[in-house]
């Protein structure tokens, strides 16, 4: 890697396009910078590397780059663009934007940018495209440059006056290689940067592979006609299925809190979201009906979205379903109980629900049917979905479960898994996003919102439409719908053995007693798969294809991954797990690994792991971006003991933070029992958990603490 040069910079480049037609420029040209984070209000960039063509050079100046950049420019036609790739735009592009003054911004929220267009240059994300860090893209894509690490101690403060070692040099230069390397690949299955092609995000890939094969199986007309015909444009049934839609089921049994619990069983259901979108029916075009005749468009099989509005509703099991920010409360707070964000019990309350839901609601809680009200309400015919659609997924899940394991396939065994995973995700875009507006001069982001009538008639008359938004509401009410009947069944036997669920796992107690109520599930799987089968016409190992070791997997049935030795958990996302490997982590808003090598570390790893632990800022591996605004200048002393005096601009700056296990006073007095008005219906359960020997101590716990 060589000192930025302009001649030799420009003298890199080709500028040759794709074809004559090509709004493009074939060159390959990766950018990357390293930044200090002097404070949270001070941060700035000390060096920046680019590859042109794989030729290298570094910079230690804005006013290098911006140089660069513009002679570019100069070399360009307009109407055409040089892609210049960033991992991770979002956070180069906080201190570009005090740089250029840039023509075009397109960015999914604030910060986090797609793309920038400046004159005939483009900064187009990389990570947005591939979904993976640096590290793994160079590992998974066997790329002959891999990432380097720990030659560049980002704790230490440098500016552009610290003399950089060629250890270091070598680890910049590393960075924009492997993303070289990453775009000559792409390049070689998209043959073009048009975004048509080489699409923007990671679920664009699987939308062009689905585009591809509807043409290819003649099924793109049909396909379109269905968007066209059932596509809603109705405001209010559109805002309807936003409230309706919802993620997986993540909630912890509230009794088993706190508890230190051994031999749980941990079960899993295979490509649970790809298994709901071949075996359903889904509904079509909606229309309008009565509150009367609610339950009779239910009974005929139908879909059925309502606004449903419940009185005195108390949760008969400990274990609820309902989630709080998606209920609009009638009554006073204190007629309201949490289960750390589910309903356990409120007063009156009005909730958005498809049939799915309600029959759920139906079984899990109790409530004064008399009074019960539909208020708006929509119906639809359900099918099944299109069958190139179908032939896509199978195809996916096919060659994800044969193809696992051969080491001279392992990158398209990647590519076509990580398609398989975003099938679901190309089922849920919302179609009224806001436009996400920057402002150069004020260096704000403004949401803008669309016009809902104009938006949702362009998706139904676009010719790249080919999916319905309801089709993706109803996909994750299935499988919500369906693992809670899983664990209704454990419930209904011993409320006690179903300790957690996790979108598409369960963790149990006592499995033996549930193993044939599960092998009878996949016996129901293996019917609706064969339904499936029937219909479309597809081959059966598209259905239940053979791994390298010559056993069947069939898709969406349950996985039994073990018995863990030891399980604990603290509510949602807070869990840890002993297994013949060792300890393990999973905790929101903290590194897996951080924490399980925290515990790991302590006397007592399980009593460790409690409300109120704390990991420092050298443990937690936890980081703080702080977004920085031009300051006054600073006279700064690097780590060998130069200084510079540094005016810093826009930025972020990235700092280690602490971590802290927290919970809200109302969760934890709802674990211990001591809200006042509240009536624990399972109090007789307690009893027998302690009779039983498995004595919740989380109360005890936390009373002690004072």
């Known amino acids: 890697m060589v000192k930025y040069n302009p001649v030799q910079c420009t003298g890199a480049m080709t500028f040759d396009t794709f074809g004559e037609k090509s709004k493009y420029y074939s060159d390959i040209v990766c950018f990357d910078i390293e930044t200090t984070s002097y404070s949270e209000k001070v941060a700035f960039m000390y060096v920046w590397q680019i590859s042109i063509n794989g030729e290298t050079f570094y910079g230690r100046t804005w006013s290098e780059f911006y140089e660069l950049v513009n002679l570019i420019n100069t070399y360009t036609e307009d109407g055409k663009k040089v892609i210049i790739w960033v991992h991770n735009l979002s956070f180069e592009f906080s201190f570009l934007e005090g740089v250029f003054k840039f023509d075009k911004v397109f960015a999914t929220s604030a910060h986090k940018v797609v793309y920038a267009d400046y004159k005939n240059v483009r900064f187009r994300c990389t990570y947005m495209m591939s979904n993976k860090s640096l590290a793994s893209i160079a590992k998974d894509y066997k790329l002959p440059v891999q990432k380097l690490k720990g030659d560049l101690d980002y704790r230490l403060c440098r500016h552009s006056l610290t003399p950089l070692t060629e250890q270091e040099l070598k680890y910049c230069e590393n960075d924009v290689l492997v993303l070289h390397h990453y775009i000559k690949h792409m390049l070689t ?100 009906i009565k509150p009367s005749a609610y ?75 008399k009074r019960l009200k539909i208020g708006h309400a929509y119906s639809a015919i359900k099918k099944r979905l299109p069958k190139t659609f179908i032939k896509s997924v199978l195809e996916l899940y096919r060659d994800k479960t ?12 990647m590519y076509r898994k990580k398609l398989l995973n975003s099938t679901f995700g190309m089922c849920v875009t919302d179609l009224l996003q806001d436009s996400i507006l920057f402002d150069n001069d004020t260096h704000k982001w403004q949401p803008q919102a669309p016009n809902t009538i104009s938006t949702l008639e362009d998706y139904r008359t676009n010719f790249t439409s080919l999916l319905l938004y309801q089709t993706g509401v109803y996909i994750t009410a299935y499988c919500r719908h369906e693992i809670l009947e899983n664990d209704l069944y454990i419930l209904q036997k011993e409320p006690l053995d179903l300790i957690y669920n996790d979108t598409d796992s369960i963790k149990c107690e006592n499995f033996e007693l549930y193993a044939d ?14 339904e499936s089968c029937k219909y479309y016409g597809f081959p059966w190992d598209w259905y239940e294809p053979t791994d390298q070791k010559g056993r069947k997997h069939l898709l969406g049935t349950m996985d039994n991954e073990g018995t863990y030795l030891k399980f604990k958990t603290l509510g949602a996302k807070r869990y840890i797990y002993t297994d013949e490997n060792g300890l393990h ?26 409300i109120g632990l704390k990991l420092d800022e050298n443990a937690s591996g936890k980081m703080c971006h702080h977004y920085t605004k031009p300051s006054e200048m600073v006279v700064c002393t690097d780590y060998l003991g130069n200084k510079a005096e540094v005016t810093p601009g826009y930025g972020t700056s990235i700092l280690p933070t602490s971590f802290e296990m927290n919970m809200s006073a109302s969760f934890r007095d709802f674990i211990c029992g001591v809200i006042p008005h509240m009536e624990l219906n399972n109090s007789h359960r307690l009893d027998n958990a302690r009779k039983m020997g498995k004595v919740n101590t989380f109360k005890q716990d936390y009373m002690k603490r004072g």
């Open 585 to 610: 982590a999973t905790v929101a808003g903290c590194p897996k690994k951080a924490m399980a090598e925290y515990l790991s570390a302590q006397k007592d790893s399980y009593t460790a792991f409690n």
């Open 189 to 288: 299955e998209c043959g073009t940067f048009s975004t048509s092609q080489m699409p923007l995000t990671s679920t664009g890939f699987v939308r062009k592979l689905i585009r591809s094969n509807a043409q290819k199986d003649k099924q793109y007309g049909v396909m379109r006609k269905i968007v066209k015909d059932c596509s809603p444009v109705d405001s209010v049934l559109y805002h309807m299925l936003q409230r309706a839609f919802g993620g997986g089921q993540t909630h912890a049994n509230y009794l088993r809190i706190g508890e230190e619990i051994e031999n749980v069983t941990s079960l899993d259901k295979k490509s649970f979201y790809p298994a709901a979108i071949v075996k359903h029916l889904y509904p079509q075009k909606f229309h309008a």
């Open 517 to 530: 109520y599960f092998a009878e599930y996949d016996n129901k799987v293996r019917k609706q798969m064969q």
């Open 402 to 413: 044969e193809l696992k394991g051969i080491e001279e396939m392992e990158l398209v065994y």
């Open 295 to 369: 339950f009779r468009e239910i009974a005929r099989g139908k879909a059925v979205i309502a606004d449903v509005e419940f009185y005195d509703l108390e949760c008969k099991y400990p274990f609820c379903t309902i989630s709080s920010h998606k209920c609009q409360f009638m009554c006073s707070k204190e007629d309201i109980t949490l289960d750390n964000g589910k309903v356990y019990k409120a007063k009156h309350l009005i909730i958005t629900l498809t049939e799915l839901d309600f029959d759920t609601i139906d079984k899990y809680y109790k409530y004064d049917k």
